[in-house]
Structure formats: C-alpha cells, structure tokens
C-alpha cells in the first residue's frame, strides 16, 4: 500500500492544481473527460432556472426583503445629506444669528437622529425576516435533498458512504443559507444604490461623479477576477470536509471493528492529516481575499484622495 502522504504534501499538490487551474477539472474528470465549455455553460444555466423554481414558493417573502433592503439603503443614503445641511446650510451660514442657528441646528440633528433609529429598526427587521425565509427555504432545500438521496441507486448510495450523506445533507444544505442574500438581494440593491450614488454626484458636481465613473470599470474587474479564481478554493474545501465527514461516519459506525485491529492511532492521523489539509485550504483562500479587501481599500482611498 501506498504511503499516506502528509497535510503538507497534500496541500502542495492541491497549490499545484489551482495553479495549473485543474481543480474543477480535477473534481469531475471521471463524468466529464471530453465534456465541451458549451455543456458545462448550459449545466449552470439549468442549475440557475432550478434554484430559481425552488425560490418561487416564497416569492413574497423574498420581494418583501429586496423592499425592506431598498428602504434601509435609501435611508442610509439620505445620512450624508444631513451632514451637508448642517455644515454647510447652518454652522457655516453667516447670515444666520446664534438663536437661528441654534434652532436649525437642533431640528437638524432631531431629525438625522430619527433617520439614524429608523434605519437601524428597519434593519433590525429585515434581519429577522431574512433569518426566517432562510430557515424556510434551507428546511425545504434538505427536505428536497433527502428525498432525492432516499431513490438514489444503491450503488450511488454505497460509493457516497454514510458520512457523505450526512455531509450532504447538513454541511452542504447550510451553505446555501446566505446565498438568497449574497446571489440575489445584495447585488440588486448594490446595482440600485450605485445608480443613485451616481445621479446624486452629477447633480452636486459632475467632476465627482466622472471620477467614481472612471474607478468602478476597474472595481469590478478585480472583483470578478479574483472571486473567479477563489471558489473553486471553496469547492475544494468542501469536497474535503465531505470526505472528511464520511471517513469519521464509516470509523464510528463501524468501532468495533476498528478497535478489534487497533486502528484508533491510525484514524486519528488520517482524520487530523484532512482537517490541516482542509485548514491550509481556507488559510489560503483567506489571503487572496485578503488581497481582493486590501484592492478594494486602496481604491477607495484613491477615491476620496481624488475628491478632495
């Protein structure tokens, strides 16, 4: 038998492979050898109009998020509208006596005090709501989930062993939790308020606003990028900790069996050899977004540098 190779050397060839950019590859090569891109294109799409019918039960509940989502981001808009009012209407109006200044000042701040715990209870309640069409939605995914397992062929059933299964159903199922949130409202409302943002700029001073034109291009570029080139990290990660799971579902299933051959010292090294691995993985993964927050951070700086 071959020797098991140590976290170390796995997580090499694995930095191999994302190098080489074989991990997805490497992750479907026995089903898919001479698959063309075109099938691989058509398989997300059906996989896109699948996820999409399975939200359409809770339509309501996510189109009253996306409002609850609009609202929190208008009113998070409006914030530096009162700031510019204060500065520049009253404590820099030099027409104003004490007395004026005093009132407008305090009705001003009465009011952008009202905005302020308006917007954190909508916000509030819009994560309770979130919270609740998650748990909705994830119930209904397992519920799904399991029953497709329970007409798998044995064979299929035999090859993903107890553990994977468990793994499916559990780990893989919450996942998806804040997807609805990352794949859906987020963007939509992130389109929204750049649009917003945009036509406030033009309106104050078209200089700013061709300025944060000529930056979002390449924002996105290295956002798309390097989230391109992140998940397959994470798919990786998680075909590991499925591998993981169903190794310790099989070990403790069958204890009896690995204790009568004294095998404790040996599934303890091969379940602590996959959990490095798996930690190597996600260290590595964390500092390439690490990059992708610094990217952003710089250019933001660039940004107010630019305005001022």
């Given at each position: 038998?071959?020797?098991?190779?140590?976290?170390?050397?796995?997580?090499?060839?694995?930095?191999?492979?994302?190098?080489?950019?074989?991990?997805?590859?490497?992750?479907q090569a026995q089903k898919e050898e001479s698959a063309p891109p075109e099938k691989s294109k058509l398989k997300r799409r059906e996989y896109l109009r699948e996820y999409l019918r399975w939200l359409w039960p809770h339509r309501w509940a996510v189109g009253a998020l996306f409002a609850l989502a609009l609202i929190i981001a208008g009113?998070?808009?409006?914030?530096?509208?009162?700031?510019?009012?204060?500065?520049?209407?009253?404590?820099?109006?030099?027409?104003?006596?004490?007395?004026?200044?005093?009132?407008?000042?305090?009705?001003?701040?009465?009011?952008?005090?009202?905005?302020?715990?308006?917007?954190?209870?909508?916000?509030?309640?819009?994560?309770?709501?979130?919270?609740?069409?998650?748990?909705?939605?994830?119930?209904?995914?397992?519920?799904?989930?399991?029953?497709?397992?329970?007409?798998?062929?044995?064979?299929?059933?035999?090859?993903?062993?107890?553990?994977?299964?468990?793994?499916?159903?559990?780990?893989?199922?919450?996942?998806?939790?804040?997807?609805?949130?990352?794949?859906?409202?987020?963007?939509?409302?992130?389109?929204?308020?750049?649009?917003?943002?945009?036509?406030?700029?033009?309106?104050?001073?078209?200089?700013?606003?061709?300025?944060?034109?000529?930056?979002?291009?390449?924002?996105?570029?290295?956002?798309?990028?390097?989230?391109?080139?992140?998940?397959?990290?994470?798919?990786?990660?998680?075909?590991?900790?499925?591998?993981?799971?169903?190794?310790?579902?099989?070990?403790?299933?069958?204890?009896?069996?690995?204790?009568?051959?004294?095998?404790?010292?040996?599934?303890?090294?091969?379940?602590?050899?996959?959990?490095?691995?798996?930690?190597?993985?996600?260290?590595?993964?964390?500092?390439?977004?690490?990059?992708?927050?610094?990217?952003?951070?710089?250019?933001?700086?660039?940004?107010?540098?630019?305005?001022?």
């Amino acid at each position: 038998m071959k020797r098991r190779r140590s976290s170390r050397h796995r997580y090499r060839s694995f930095v191999e492979d994302y190098r080489r950019r074989r991990l997805d590859d490497q992750g479907q090569a026995q089903k898919e050898e001479s698959a063309p891109p075109e099938k691989s294109k058509l398989k997300r799409r059906e996989y896109l109009r699948e996820y999409l019918r399975w939200l359409w039960p809770h339509r309501w509940a996510v189109g009253a998020l996306f409002a609850l989502a609009l609202i929190i981001a208008g009113l998070q808009m409006v914030e530096p509208l009162f700031l510019r009012f204060i500065v520049d209407r009253v404590l820099l109006n030099s027409r104003l006596d004490s007395a004026s200044r005093f009132r407008l000042l305090n009705g001003a701040g009465a009011l952008f005090l009202g905005l302020v715990v308006a917007s954190n209870l909508v916000s509030a309640f819009r994560e309770y709501r979130q919270r609740l069409v998650n748990i909705r939605v994830t119930l209904g995914l397992r519920r799904t989930l399991y029953e497709r397992l329970l007409h798998l062929p044995l064979p299929k059933l035999w090859d993903m062993k107890t553990g994977g299964i468990l793994s499916r159903i559990s780990g893989d199922v919450d996942t998806t939790t804040g997807l609805l949130q990352m794949a859906l409202v987020s963007p939509s409302v992130s389109v929204i308020r750049l649009a917003v943002a945009i036509g406030i700029l033009t309106a104050l001073n078209w200089r700013l606003a061709l300025t944060a034109l000529a930056l979002i291009p390449g924002i996105m570029a290295v956002s798309f990028v390097f989230a391109k080139r992140v998940r397959p990290i994470y798919r990786s990660v998680r075909k590991d900790a499925e591998e993981i799971d169903g190794r310790v579902g099989e070990t403790f299933s069958g204890i009896r069996v690995v204790r009568a051959f004294r095998r404790e010292v040996n599934e303890l090294l091969d379940f602590m050899r996959g959990r490095h691995t798996v930690l190597r993985k996600e260290m590595f993964a964390q500092r390439r977004e690490t990059v992708i927050w610094t990217t952003w951070n710089l250019i933001m700086g660039v940004v107010n540098v630019a305005i001022v």
